[in-house]
């Protein structure tokens, strides 16, 4: 854990006062600025302007509200800098593109999200002569062994990884160290750790409503202007950026972002720890025996507990479905769904949906069976509610307890 804290960062961020001193900033909608004087322009395009002497050029390019949302993010993050996108998929493919040329080499983890799979194993070799090899994160040789005179980045995502020393093997080669920080905002802080760039899924716990796409990158100054750079910024020429209104509205979340990461981690670690004295295959890094528990204990900033995913091993996939569609449909503890941080539920067969990207071999290596629940805890409804009726569903689908057996 760093000294570092991200709340007291946050609150020392100039308040940004709405137009009519309203307590809420305004939203600058515009996708275009007005210059005064007709130099100004050609000197913006030089790149000897900038929003810092208050000139603006182009939404696409700069906006002063998700330049807020970014200097909040930044201050999670404990970066110098970041800038929002218009989704997680946009934020992890331009910082790549960022980082790589044709024929440049990336090291990642074979536990990423489906479409970071997807991007690297598909996308970028087909269109862009970027290769990949995928490894087991949590095996440090096998990670530096991976890495040739071609790697340009080390990337993973945060739970499972010791960043500390992924970052000094990284280094070691000069390269950088990318971290997905989606799953545990506020509960690590990667560059803090040694990473280089923090990308996130704004998505997932940072909206906390599942009702917008939406994605940022944390790094250094001189990174974040380079990926709005006017001839080869891949956020500027690719074009996902984020909207100001939607930058608007996700800033208004951030201040109850530390509870409610507090609230999804209480849950899952009650939930967990019953479900594991019930004999289910429950996987959670905040339970003792989990292979991550130590090394996140080392990690993490102890106010947020150990996330709000957990995985339950059904077996089998019918048995997976039928515990999702008893949860769902008979007792209302959650949702059918993809994606996470919702304040609700959201369970789904990670095997056959978030991870179905991936090969049967790349599963298997990540330990995803096909009977694997992942579940994002919500915070919804009482503890004791919601534990009767995950217990009356695993019953009704037949559940045997390991320890009854
Ligand atoms: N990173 C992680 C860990 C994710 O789970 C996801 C989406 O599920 C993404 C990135 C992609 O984010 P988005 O859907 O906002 O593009």
Redesign the pocket.
């Known amino acids: 854990m760093s000294g570092r804290n991200p709340i007291e960062a946050l609150a020392r961020l100039r308040h940004e006062f709405g137009e009519h001193g309203g307590v809420n900033m305004s939203i600058e909608a515009s996708s275009t600025f007005t210059v005064m004087e007709p130099g100004t322009m050609p000197a913006m395009f030089q790149g000897l302007k900038g929003h810092d002497a208050g000139c603006y050029l182009y939404g696409r390019h700069f906006n002063p509200t998700v330049y807020h949302l970014g200097l909040q993010l930044a201050a999670i993050e404990g970066t110098e800098a970041a800038y929002c996108t218009?989704?997680?998929?946009?934020?992890?493919s331009a910082t790549l593109l960022a980082l790589c040329n044709a024929g440049d080499h990336i090291v990642a983890s074979n536990a990423?999200?489906?479409?970071?799979y997807a991007l690297m194993h598909d996308f970028l070799p087909e269109k862009a002569g970027i290769a990949t090899t995928f490894v087991d994160i949590t095996d440090l040789e096998a990670v530096r062994n991976a890495i040739t005179d071609k790697t340009r980045v080390v990337y993973t995502?945060s739970l499972s990884a010791d960043v500390p020393k992924l970052a000094a093997i990284a280094h070691e080669a000069g390269v950088p160290l990318v971290v997905?920080n989606?799953?545990s905002p506020l509960i690590l802080s990667p560059v803090d750790l040694g990473a280089d760039v923090v990308?996130?899924?704004?998505?997932?716990f940072i909206s906390g409503m599942s009702d917008v796409?939406?994605?940022a990158v944390c790094g250094t100054e001189e990174f974040i202007e380079s990926l709005m750079d006017l001839h080869e910024g891949p956020l500027m020429l690719l074009g996902p950026t984020m909207d100001a209104k939607v930058a608007a509205n996700i800033s208004l979340r951030i201040p109850h972002l530390p509870l409610r990461m507090a609230a999804h981690g209480e849950r899952a670690l009650a939930l967990a720890e019953r479900l594991d004295e019930f004999g289910a295959q429950v996987c959670y890094p905040g339970l003792d025996g989990h292979p991550d528990h130590e090394l996140l204990d080392d990690l993490r900033c102890p106010d947020y507990g150990y996330g709000g995913v957990m995985t339950v091993d059904m077996g089998t996939e019918e048995k997976a479905n039928a515990l999702m569609s008893t949860l769902q449909n008979k007792y209302g503890f959650g949702f059918m769904a993809?994606?996470?941080g919702y304040f609700d539920t959201l369970m789904s067969c990670s095997g056959s949906s978030?991870s179905s990207e991936m090969t049967d071999e790349d599963k298997s290596a990540a330990h995803i069976s096909p009977g694997l629940v992942r579940m994002s805890v919500g915070y919804t409804g009482t503890l004791e509610q919601r534990w009767q009726q995950l217990k009356g569903a695993l019953d009704d689908v037949g559940f045997e307890s390991a320890h009854a057996a």
């Open positions: 218009a989704s997680g998929m946009g934020a992890i990423v999200y489906g479409g970071t995502e997905d989606t799953f990308v996130h899924s704004i998505t997932k796409i939406a994605g993809v994606s996470l978030t």
